[in-house]
């Protein structure tokens, strides 16, 4: 079985920031507030240079990271600089990239849609009864055709899956679908057709199906909810499969984005030299941390200014690295959920992470997940999931609390790696960073061991079930867990906020 590394959020050592990022920290802060729109050009850099009281080399640099961050587009070197407002687009090309990293088939990411649209039925299954029925009537209202008429290209349910996601509220869930329509949306701009999924279905039965849903979500039937929406996956079969056959992440991202920004003034020739350099990336002939030549502008037969502007393409795509200094040169980087993840907290907005939202959200996914696990799961994969529980027991008994916490977050993420989906995976692995720190805090918390020990509890009990490949008791198994932990973890959050209004 293929190992990847295990996530280990609490191991990279801390480095101090240089001149360089605290700059390019306030000007993204300015960004992210929305106190710099969007096509704003910055002030000039001798306005920044005194405000900051930096150097010029200092301000070029926090310029490149952010232009690496699609934060900036560059013209004319550094000398000037535009804002770009964080686009979904642009996250979800920071997902393709760590999605084309680990080898993910674009059915894949499809598949993860499928969940993510599943969540969102159980989402809007478990709301209030006020707040579900308005949002059921919001539904029926966008999907089903008035009374008395046929369904038409207007009015039939196409994309009934997706409506739920659009309605249910949740702005977590409507990220992880909106990342992974975006990364489909490219394929069929690559192809020339539409990614038609199965659940753009026609007639009786599409009208069937919805019915059957809004009816149990009118209940608050959450069971019966999931199971109406699972029959309806499983009864579309799978129309898309000839688009999707056999593609796979790599080939979408080989030539960048079919619709994404491209860096200003790259010219046609450093786009196709960036398009085969990220081409020798992604398949692996140029392997993280290798270094390019010092004169690969001139093997390429291009000009010293082409070779500049394909590698700030690259370097803004996150694939290239330029260190600077006496020993410094061109790097090869490998994408990282990090990376992706601060984008994505950017995307939300000055409100950033909505700590609620997500416990909502994770509670939604991550059932679905294990379910996911179990059902596919082999011995070795049980022996993985043994080893890693064993970690996790060492470290409490011997009170190496970070390193319980680095043991409970690969578990987890071990969980989705053994769930067969690598889209699924990296998704959670993403949105799981953007809250990684107050996770942690209430795992190191000492006069707190509750959520430790009911961690534990779940995990062993979730290898019993995993053994006896009893899917459907592990989802409620997880979901009873993550319900537990939500609650603790809000309870930490909010504790944590009275302590500091008292100080």
């Not at 499809?110 to 039925?121: E, G, N, S």
């Amino acid at each position: 079985m293929d190992q990847r590394p295990g996530r280990d959020f609490g191991a990279a050592l801390v480095a101090l920031p240089t001149a360089a990022d605290l700059v390019a920290d306030d000007l993204r802060r300015l960004i992210a507030a929305g106190l710099l729109e969007d096509d704003a050009e910055l002030d000039a850099g001798t306005t920044l240079m005194a405000r900051y009281g930096i150097s010029r080399p200092t301000l070029r640099e926090a310029l490149r990271v952010l232009a690496a961050e699609h934060l900036l587009e560059l013209t004319a070197g550094t000398r000037k600089a535009r804002v770009k407002a964080p686009s979904i687009d642009i996250a979800a090309q920071h997902l393709s990239l760590l999605l084309a990293s680990r080898g993910a088939t674009l059915a894949d990411v499809r598949a993860a849609r499928d969940l993510i649209d599943l969540a969102a039925v159980r989402t809007l299954a478990e709301q209030a009864p006020e707040s579900r029925r308005a949002r059921v009537a919001e539904v029926t209202q966008q999907a089903l055709p008035p009374s008395g008429t046929e369904p038409d290209a207007a009015t039939e349910p196409t994309c009934l899956h997706e409506t739920f996601v659009a309605v249910c509220g949740n702005r977590t869930l409507t990220l992880a679908a909106d990342l992974t329509s975006s990364i489909l949306r490219q394929q069929e701009l690559r192809v020339g057709s539409p990614v038609r999924s199965a659940h753009h279905r026609t007639g009786g039965d599409a009208q069937a199906d919805l019915q059957a849903l809004l009816s149990n979500l009118d209940a608050g039937d959450v069971d019966g909810a999931d199971r109406a929406f699972r029959d309806h996956l499983a009864r579309c079969g799978t129309p898309y499969d000839e688009t999707l056959a056999g593609a796979t992440v790599v080939d979408l991202v080989r030539r960048g984005s079919v619709d994404g920004p491209s860096v200003a003034g790259a010219s046609g020739e450093a786009a196709a030299i960036a398009d085969e350099l990220r081409a020798s990336i992604v398949d692996g002939d140029l392997a993280p941390g290798t270094r390019l030549p010092t004169d690969l502008h001139t093997s390429s037969g291009v000009s010293r200014v082409t070779m500049r502007s394909a590698i700030r393409l690259l370097e803004s795509e996150g694939l290239l690295k330029v260190i600077r200094g006496a020993r410094g040169g061109v790097e090869v980087t490998r994408p990282t959920a990090q990376q992706a993840a601060r984008y994505l907290i950017l995307l939300l907005g000055p409100r950033g992470v909505d700590i609620h939202d997500y416990a909502v959200a994770r509670r939604a996914t991550q059932p679905l997940v294990v379910e996911s696990m179990v059902d596919s799961i082999d011995d070795d994969g049980i022996r993985r999931l043994r080893s890693a529980a064993a970690r996790e027991e060492r470290m409490r008994h011997t009170g190496d609390l970070p390193g319980f916490a680095r043991a409970a977050v690969g578990f987890q993420g071990l969980v989705a790696e053994l769930s067969g989906s690598v889209a699924l995976e990296v998704l959670t692995e993403v949105l799981d960073r953007m809250v990684v720190g107050p996770y942690l805090e209430m795992l190191l918390d000492p006069d707190h061991d509750g959520p430790r020990s009911s961690l534990m509890d779940a995990h062993r009990h979730l290898i019993e079930l995993a053994e006896q490949r009893n899917g459907t008791a592990a989802r409620q198994q997880w979901a009873a867990l993550t319900g537990e932990l939500a609650a603790a973890f809000l309870n930490h959050r909010a504790s944590r906020g009275r302590r500091e209004a008292r100080h």
